[in-house]
RNA sequence: CGGGGUGUGGCGCAGUCCGGUAGCGCAACUGCUUUGGGAGCAGUGGGACGGAGGUUCAAAUCCUCUCACCCCGACCA
């Protein structure tokens, strides 16, 4: 077992045909000392760093050998906990016909995101950028009867979306890869069954990978239930906010989490209305410090117009930020405008700053804090001058009250009232029910038992490949590079033998290499003739989990040394005892827990 | 799309304001030495400055247009 047959590694498969082990000499990853100026956040400087993969244009990647392994990884442990879910895997094309999607009504909705382009005879086509409308198109055709459901198909492929723009690398690629699932059932109950399916096979997919996550509400509805989860992976880097519970396990966007019962003090009730000279006082903090009262005791007044161009007039406590996404879901999903200070001026008569719920005009709505907070202080409608005392009900009116306001850090639980942490993270997964949307459009049906003619409903599952791996890669380096959890490291163990010229050194390294393959282990053969530095600096940066270092030095100690990347404990392990015990940390490491 | 910024050997950058035809580090190649944390010395090759047009005796540098990329906002896996 010399250097006489290389090539005997590469005929060592893992049980999913992928080769074992390669020598660095002659494999292709190449590293950079330095980070590409393009990149921003740390796992896309270092997944650029460490050659797993390299940018084409904005928003499109190519995947690298080493890179495609961990993906490989990541696509494997989500493939495993779908089929043992029940899901079948399918393939469906990335260019679909633009009837399909005039049909749903996407062809008009999806807007500029939707990647359309035309065949030679100028037909109309959309690169996927989801695909409802495929797999709803043929389950209408092939699923006549009830007795076929539940059906739950996913599959792992590109999808296209023409971002506004993308960024991060990996993180919102303009192309990527994504698992998207579909389940089909005859009911609501079967679509809740396959639904809590899906989501406990999440729970284990990003268990598997190793990743520190959390499953957050995504749409707590009024009709009760939650219908949308979005599996969050921690990072300072996150593009999304999350508040969370640390007492129950309340989690949710922060633009979906509800802010019941956050902090107010009443104001006074009875007091007469006291109009108050406030010059210069047009934003909250000027005015609570001229008047001496808390932020949080001023009605601040926001001029929003609706989907008919009309006027709204929004209060919220001074002290708090309005949630712009609870005020568009309060308006149907219509995108409120803000009005511009003219606008304002133009319509409620006062500068900006001065704009009056009293006799106002216009419909208000109001966030609860304000139904809690009683009275306080009020624009007076008159540039330069505050009301004192503003009653609710008694001096304004308030035409509907709602939860308007964004969630803040210590806001109460609205479950157990305990201190709620804000943390952000990356949306790697979701899992969303979709009812009849898409069977209704397409009339996607089956007759059901009795007879009847009844609409599928569908379940929608998406988990982004690419992200996931680079929420890992963002979650797990040091200041050296990457440090892969076990399951989605490229190779479990760098084997690298310091003297390749030393023939004992070399025969002592092919031998554990030999061995360890034997054993099934992904080793990273690092032949190539340079400094250990190099070799050293190289391992650290690609993160592999184990390193198994041989040289002259670690021969005369009697065998090779193991070095953990995560912990960085260094063992010398006996010549031949080395592959077992590598063999029973990988196996300890991978041990379903 | 709005706002901000950057394009100069493979990578990271300087030079641009105050025009005079390009420089540094790393990488590559050759040789000698070196060999447990990205080696040292000597030497070699490689860019005409994102593109187009203009001003000028002369443009990386000034002007106009354009393209690409990155960052901040609304969308999403």
Redesign the pocket.
């Known amino acids: 077992m010399m250097g006489d047959n290389h090539s005997d590694i590469y005929t060592r498969l893992d049980p999913h045909g992928e080769v074992l082990a390669q020598r660095y000499s002659t494999y292709f990853a190449p590293?950079?000392?330095?980070?590409?100026?393009?990149?921003?956040?740390v796992s896309?400087k270092l997944l650029i760093?460490a050659g797993f993969i390299r940018?084409l244009?904005?928003?499109?990647y190519s995947y690298l050998p080493i890179g495609l392994r961990s993906l490989r990884k990541v696509e494997r442990i989500i493939r495993g906990e779908m089929n043992r879910f029940g899901a079948r895997e399918v393939l469906l094309p990335a260019v679909q016909p633009a009837e399909l999607w005039k049909e749903s009504g996407r062809w008009d909705q999806f807007g500029p995101?939707l990647l359309r382009i035309k065949d030679r005879h100028d037909r109309d086509y959309v690169v996927g950028p989801?695909h409802e409308e495929v797999i709803t198109d043929i389950i209408r055709r092939e699923v006549r009867s009830f007795r076929d459901l539940p059906l739950n198909l996913f599959q792992i492929q590109t999808?296209f979306?023409d971002?506004?723009?993308?960024?991060?690398g990996?993180?919102?690629?303009?192309e990527?890869i994504?698992k998207?699932g579909y389940s089909f059932d005859l009911d609501e109950v079967g679509a809740e069954r396959s639904y809590q399916a899906m989501f406990n096979a999440y729970q284990n997919v990003f268990r598997r990978c190793g990743l520190k996550f959390a499953a957050v509400e995504a749409n707590s509805g009024p009709i009760g239930g939650s219908y949308s989860h979005?599996?969050m992976v921690l990072a300072d880097s996150g593009?999304?906010a999350i508040a969370f519970c640390p007492q129950c396990q309340y989690a949710a966007n922060l633009e979906k989490a509800t802010a019941p019962a956050y902090p107010i003090t009443p104001g006074p009730i009875g007091q007469p209305l006291d109009k108050v000279y406030t010059p210069n006082c047009r934003h909250v903090p000027e005015l609570a410090r001229y008047l001496n009262v808390p932020e949080a005791s001023i009605v601040k007044s926001l001029l929003f117009f609706d989907a008919q161009k009309n006027p709204l007039l929004v209060l919220i406590p001074g002290h708090r930020e309005i949630n712009?996404?609870k005020l568009?879901d309060a308006l149907d999903g219509f995108?409120p405008t803000l009005a511009s200070p003219e606008e304002a001026e133009k319509i409620m008569g006062v500068p900006m700053g001065y704009v009056t719920p009293i006799k106002a005009q216009t419909r208000i709505w109001a966030d609860q804090g304000i139904e809690r907070l009683k009275s306080g202080v009020a624009g007076a409608g008159e540039k330069d001058y505050h009301y004192l005392n503003a009653e609710v009900d008694r001096d304004f009116q308030v035409n509907q009250f709602l939860d308007l306001c964004l969630v803040e850090a210590n806001d109460p639980c609205p479950k157990c009232g305990q201190p709620l942490d804000i943390k952000r993270g990356i949306?790697?997964?979701?899992v969303?029910k979709l009812g009849l949307k898409y069977s209704k459009a397409l009339g996607a049906t089956v007759t059901a038992a009795d007879g009847s003619e009844s609409l599928i409903v569908m379940g929608?599952y998406?988990?982004?490949?690419?992200?996931?791996l680079a929420a890992a890669a963002e979650q797990n380096h040091d200041p050296?590079?990457l440090v892969w959890p076990l399951a989605l490291a490229p190779f479990q163990v760098a084997l690298l033998p310091?003297?390749i010229?030393n023939p004992n050194v070399l025969a002592a390294a092919e031998e554990l290499l030999d061995k360890l393959t034997a054993a099934g282990v992904e080793v990273l053969y690092d032949d190539r003739d340079?400094?250990?530095?190099?070799k050293?600096?190289?391992?650290?940066?690609l993160g592999l989990p184990l390193?198994l270092?041989?040289?002259?030095?670690?021969l005369e100690k009697g065998g090779a040394?193991l070095?953990n990347r995560a912990d960085r404990v260094?063992v010398t392990l006996d010549l031949a005892a080395a592959p077992t015990e590598i063999v029973r940390l990988i196996k300890a490491f991978l041990a379903p827990s």
């Open positions: 590293t950079l000392k330095e980070a590409p100026a393009e990149a921003e956040i896309h760093r940018r244009a904005a928003g499109i995101e989801t999808k979306r971002e506004i723009r993308p960024r991060f990996l993180m919102r690629g303009r990527f994504m998207d979005e599996f593009e999304d712009l996404v568009r995108e949306e790697v997964g979701h969303f929608c998406g988990i982004g490949v690419g992200r996931t050296d590079g310091l003297q010229q340079v400094r250990p530095g190099v050293f600096k190289d391992a650290d940066l390193r270092t041989v040289s002259e030095k670690t040394e070095k260094v």
